[in-house]
């Protein structure tokens, strides 16, 4: 059911290109791809960023077992109505992981995906595709609630991020859908490169107060707590990630998980097992690279490579790259930003905003 | 029908996988937690072996533990009575290892694993003789086990048919000739474990001049059974298992780091010589009351390369199947192997033809780790990368091999070794001190072209695992001084095409560039289990004088990093 991509221009006259660290002095860590940005994110003399320095420090990385993850579920399963509530963006991650919790660990799965306006089409058939073949349950809930908080944080040139108040908005939705339909878990496709996976057991693992989202963090706090006052619908919208989960967690004490943190598996794996077994494929463009990510994250990236000079995917890559599942060379390659003003253009357009609106 | 073998809680701690008659998956906890010989719970073993057959807990429809633990505790508490009040210490000191893991490995499979039907126990050296007969070639076939001790028993014999076992006699504890090798091991200043094959090593530069003690203490039988005289021994009172009694006949124990004198190489050498006695009249009393053709040989006392190959040279058997893991990590082969045949009814599984059990790692993850590492490295195709590897030996280069899956068992045979040129006359110390950090006595293996093997050995036939020793012939002494031991023999691994694939082109790509249709060939680890990882294979790499790091297609030259 492919449908046309709206967002896609063609013939644009313009690319905006940003190098990683460009504005804030350019140096980026030798053994990752985070610049410097102090005080946050320092470089020693070898040029290596003090998160490496701290990862190599450690002993050993934390070990999570796939028999961990089999523990966690069987302890609930069968108790609910659903095992779990599978959070699926249409994505190579999301898409395993709800393939992974119906095959290989025989749960019975509540597949659920919203839009916000700015899904891709093809992403959103990749879901449908893999619920069809899985024969899974399928919540989809698609709706304008964001748009006039992601149009006020762009016009206000806020320094938030906009996925930031994105995650605690899908995230809220996803411990009351869980509720709504009595799922003890919360499934999402983060890889190992994403949250904290030390906080498996309690919470999601917001990561707000890791060195590297702390600037950015702060700064979506304080849009939050300063830009919204005229707009009403979100009077009660959570103003951190962890009033949000405090939240939650008194209506709903589900435990949100990634089978991707216990397996061995890194994405060129997986993703040979859900084109054949589910039909999946790449959309036809998302950033960074090889993901399949919504269109306003093109936006949300570019902005936080102006104002940061790095993104949360550079945080991401970072980590895959401390951990042995990309090369520094591969994470760099994908992360190149080399966006078609017009494509950007026509995704501010669905906000009524023009790209003079991002410079 | 899908079993999982779990042994664990003593040493060699392992877990395997039988699914549908084939052995997927083997390996020892050691590899993952970094633990020489790891005694814990196999959680990350038993997590590599799912992974690898595809399956999660929820696909395995029995689990067999390599043990019947309440009967070793009714052992243990026996002895500790009859001991009393010498062994209180020790009671004191082993009760909550007792009631903490080893009595409750039922609650760690169901908590650790999700596990929710009741194990399956097998007897100790039932699961040893599984491990030898149920996977091997032979149809029928004597077995003998020989080990420290498993609940009672410390040696077996009976013999295998089809899919059926049944054990005729047992030696029971304290009678134990694995035993008494570690207590002399122990006696000779080397850690148990790690120590027994050094004295196996350290026997061949001795006279057997204590063979007398030894009869003393042992009152050997014809049939290969024997008794201890436990008046020379302390067991249960701790870790030291010899009393004053036996220092008497011995003399003064050898103290950690004291220096090795004659009569320690003697007392070596006469241990090694008894115990050859007694494994050689076990096998010759199996020979005569089985009448059967062939034996297979598990327990810790089948790593001696020594006896084996006695047992071997004597010829009442046509030929020999050793379990390359022979220790207990084996029998957590054998107690699935067993369970798959009793208790699912299921035909033989097929013959284990290699020991290549365990992980192996993408070139794509090689690849990752060398480029963030910053190492430079070239990707050769396969005939090139043998060629390259094949040359640098030649130049006496040390050259760290990693492909494939790693072995199962205390062996590497060519996926995770360290490769050297054996004609080197200075390769051996140079191994032994600069790389291996290890005493310089201890010699090393050959890997040789099965069909060359006569060339070079006074040796016909296979030797697949490792454990066996040949004769140099002797229009070859002097042509592989880095692979004679001081008595002219050699451990020796024979390679086929077939079994071998890539190791068997690079050695015979060796023989091409230099004559000689062998490698060198030892571990690749210092003073630690066998790397497991690229990782830890690049770590090693580092920080030894390996020249040169072959990583699956990847060669890393030293002289770049």
Redesign the interface.
Known sequence: MSQDLPFIATGGQRTTHIEVGSGFGGRICSACVLPEIKPHIQLDADGVCNICQDYRRQERTPLFLESDFIKILDKKRGKHRYDCLVMCSGGKDSTAALYFMKTRYKCNPLAFTFDHGFEQNDAIDNVRKAVDKLGVDFVFFKTNYMKDMFKQLIRSKSKAVICHPCSIWYMDLAYKMAKRFDAPFIIAGWTKGQSKKQEVMSSCGCNVHQPEYRAMALETQKFLDEELNGLPQYKDFPRTMETMLKRAKKEHNATVLSPHWFLPYGPEEYVQIIKENLGWDYTAQSYPKKSTNCMLNFISAHNSMRDYGYTHYHVEASKLVREGVLSREEALKNLRMDFDDSMLGGILGKLDLDVGNIR | MTVLGLSCYYHDASAAIIRDGIVVAAVQEERFDRERYSPVFP??A??FC??QAGI???DIDEVAFYEKMYLKFERTILAHVIGYPFTFNNFVETMPLWLKDRLAVSFAVR????FKKPVLYVKHHLSHAASAFLVSPFERAAILTVDGVGEYACATWGVGNGTDIQIKKEQHYPHSLGLLYSIVTAFLGFHVFTGEGKVMALAEFGEPDHLDHFKKIIDLKDDGSFRLDTRYFSFNRGAKMHNEKFEELFGAPRGPGEPMTDRHHNIAASLQRMTEEIVLRMARHVHKATGERYLCLAGGVSLNVTANSRIRSEGQFEDLYIQPAAGDAGAALGAAAYVYHTVGGNPRVQPMTTCALGPEF?N??V???L??RRAKFQKLDRAALVAETARRIAANQVVGWFKGRSEFGPRALGNRSILANPADPTMRDRLNLAIKKREGFRPFGASVLLEHVSDYFEFEGDSPYMLLVANIRPDKLGSIPAVTHVNNTSRIQTLTSERDGVYYELVREFYAQTGLPMILNTSFNRDEPIVNTP?EALKCFDESGIDCLVINDYVVDKATR
Do not use: D
């Open positions: 959680i990350q038993v997590n799912l992974q999660t807990i929820y908590e650790e694993l999700s993408s794509h993850s690849e990752v780790l480029r963030n990782a």
